[in-house]
């Protein structure tokens, strides 16, 4: 049969070897990957996929499969020496590693291989290789590198050390939102305090775990804290407590999912209690359910200091000393493998009282002085380390209250500063508002003297322009027009009609201009039907269809006032034959309470005026603009494409 099975694992070895040198990296990773993970084949094919990347300098590569390979089920490489010395061998290359979590992963795997093996020291060092290799992204790694090393320092019995890795890596896994973890360190945190016999810090720990977890509803972990609580009560002597906390953890048997070794223990715990205390039937009665459950769990007989304490304290319960003795050497025996103190305090105890039952009193005396010696042994190391702790703490709150005194210090100066800044900033800033108020207030000042001077500039040069029309309109009429009439008289009498019509047609157009300089209706007839007369004469030289409504406005303004008007009347419907191609022209011309409106409505063809709003030149518009305002009044323009314009104008008087 053996012959058989190694000659199997030849040819599965022999033919592997085939396929990797037909197949290169990439082919040999298919392999892996299509192979079940449970077969040896697997194994072989993940160790050749480490060597290989190595050899082809796919570093990255190697990292991510010597990382699988930790905890790969192939029995081919379910092997420590083999692991650690991958692990190593993939460390040694860390510096062409990209990935800092590769990095650190490698030292936190070759960590827990010393860990699994008790090799503590060797552990350690790791866990803090695995902490300095990791970054601010691998958070989760850092913490849980803290927590495993507190946890193998624990086992050294590093009190101080072991506290500020479960209290960093608790501070982490806050930061993270782990609460699950968060709670995990502070259930390790109270062990390390209980294995320090600092039973108080552990029992508040416990208790706020419990209240935690019963929140939580998470029923197995209260019973895991009310039993490590009850096991506490028990080395301080406080029975009823004790005796509580067990029945309560037994109260909440079985467990879904049920774990028999838990629920086992807590029966064993019972029986144990019960027997040290003289009561066979409540003893017998717990041994017996935790009997029930060995099927379940069989390592407990031969290797569970618990399982095989409570057995020898049932025999001795029952007189049975020999029987009880030799179960008390295996429980002894159970618990220097367990490296439990309180296991083994309670074998040496038991076995001292077989051996005094049995009329051994040499043994006895020999055991006892054994415990004696052991208990001394940790009470000098937990007094010792007890008392560096509270040292420690006593310094810890001491530098505390220090730094928290100074800080006040600097608070209290920052306070006074920030408000100094405070005051500074408000007179900066009033400062910087009050400058920026009187630099705008001087700007509008500025754009108001000159605005008024473009105003007065504008209103004077429509003055000018208006007394140059008349002197010019004066000097045309009075001048060139008599010279034109006496040049008519004299080709009159020459009886030349020819020349006699088109010097009439010369002086129509030199009346035309003369009007048009200085309307002389204006002066005669009012500003109203000088208005008439205009649309009048638009009426019978133009094709456009006019229409108007216009009251009598003799009295209403001033001289100067109707002069304006009549000339923004007359450029308005200039613009309008320039530019509107309407064919119907309306004038609106009124008095509306105190104030003077004046609209000229067509049907041309309109404008955009958000696209022209600046453009007034282009218009013609500027003018009529400077008109108004000199007459301190208003215009409205309001027109659409396809549609038409209207111009308003409103005179206050």
Known sequence: MLVGTLGSIRSIAQATQDTIQRNNLQQLATLFEDSEPSDSIAGVYLKELIIQSEKQGEYDLMADYVLKMVHHPSPSIQNPELRRQLLKNAISHEEELSKSSDKGNLHLKLAGEYFGYEQFDSAIMEYGHAIDRFTDEDSIFIADSYFFRGQARDYKGELLGSMQDYQQARDIYSKLGDKEYVNYVNGGMAILFSKFSIYNEAEKIRTALISTYEEEESIFNVAI????????????????????????????TPFDPQDFYTESMIKLSLSNFYGEQGNLEKQKEYFS?????????????????????????????????????QLANVSLDAAR?????????????????????????????EIRQKLTHYTDSIFASNQ?????????LYETERKEKEILTKTQEIESISRQNQARLRLISIIIIFLIIAGVVI????????EKKKKEMQ?????????????ERVRISKDLHDGLGQSLLLIKNKVALSKDNTTGELLDTAISELRSIARSLHPMQ???????????HLL?????????????????????????????LYRILQESINNVLKHSQASALRVLFNKVENRVELKIEDNGKGFDFSEKLNDFQSLGLKTLKERIASLNGSMKINSEKGVGTSLSFIVYV
């Open 455 to 467: 105003s007065r500039f504008s209103q004077e040069l429509l003055k000018n322009q208006e007394a």
């Open 536 to 564: 009048d004469q638009i009426d019978n030289e133009t094709d456009i269809f006019v229409s108007s409504e216009i009251e009598e406005l003799k009295g209403v303004l001033k001289k100067e006032e109707e002069l304006q």
């Open 439 to 446: 630099f705008l207030w001087k700007n509008l000042q500025h």
């Open 225 to 252: 804290q009310l039993y490590n609580q009850a096991e506490d009560y028990g080395k301080q002597g406080k029975l009823k407590d004790q005796e509580t906390y067990l029945l309560k953890a037994d109260s909440l």
């Open 289 to 325: 359910q935790a009997q029930e459950m060995v099927p379940q769990v069989p390592e407990i007989v031969t290797t569970n200091p618990v399982y095989l304490n409570a057995k020898a304290l049932l025999e001795y319960s029952q007189g049975n000393y020999l029987t009880a003795n």
């Open 384 to 392: 010792a380390t007890t008392f560096s702790y509270f040292q420690t």
């Open 337 to 365: 493998q367990s490296k439990n103190m309180d296991h083994l305090i309670k074998a040496y105890k038991l076995l001292g009282d077989t051996y005094n039952e049995l009329g051994q009193s040499e043994k006895a005396f």
């Open 522 to 532: 204006l002066e005669k007839l009012g500003l109203s039907k000088a208005a008439e």
